[in-house]
């Protein structure tokens, strides 16, 4: 069993609504145990009216979209598929055309990329900076020793100069795939 997130589409607008009715339904339903997380991405903007007022606005991020975190059991129970595919509002599941069809689930890259931008899961620091040394951990250049000449914070990669038939080239390694040397 895994939890993974969905997408389910609704009318434009009522995408609170859904997230309500989905969360009561969670209650009254006893569907605490497979469904964990109901999330309308939001952001707040500051924008300035036409005196000059600053305001929050809040800005769907994906208008039309709300996305559930379940508990699946290799293919989507059909109760659960069946009570929220019939939730008010909703017009059905993000990569599922109907007729039976399961949904398929948000990669998990996706996901977290999404969470990390809405503020929800921590980014872990990464202690890296340029000219530091750094040693491969993972990938075809694992066990080399190589100099950061770039990194980029968003995207969580960082580049290296990883040193091959005598000269420098340039490898760009996700965060994860190096590890900084203490000299």
């Not at 980029?152 to 760009?172: A, H, L, Q």
Request: hydrophobic share 35%.
């Amino acid at each position: 069993m895994s939890r993974r997130w969905y997408i389910v589409t609704t009318y434009s607008g009522y995408e609170n609504s859904v997230k309500t009715d989905l969360e009561r339904r969670r209650e009254s339903m006893n569907m605490q145990n497979q469904i964990y997380q109901v999330l309308v991405p939001e952001e707040t903007e500051i924008v300035v009216d036409k005196k000059g007022n600053k305001k929050e606005k809040i800005n769907k991020v994906f208008p039309g979209y709300v996305f559930i975190e379940m508990e699946v059991e290799g293919e989507m129970d059909e109760r659960l598929w069946f009570n929220v595919r019939n939730t008010p509002k909703v017009t059905g599941f993000l990569g599922s055309s109907g007729g039976g069809t399961k949904p398929v689930a948000v990669p998990k890259d996706e996901m977290d990329a999404i969470l990390r931008r809405l503020g929800m899961v921590n980014v872990p620091t990464f202690d890296v900076a340029v000219g530091d040394r750094v040693d491969i951990i993972s990938g075809p250049f694992r066990g080399q020793i190589a100099v950061v000449s770039d990194v980029n914070e968003e995207k969580r990669i960082v580049t290296v100069m990883v040193e091959m038939f005598g000269r420098n080239t340039p490898s760009e390694e996700s965060f994860d795939n190096v590890k900084k040397i203490n000299s």
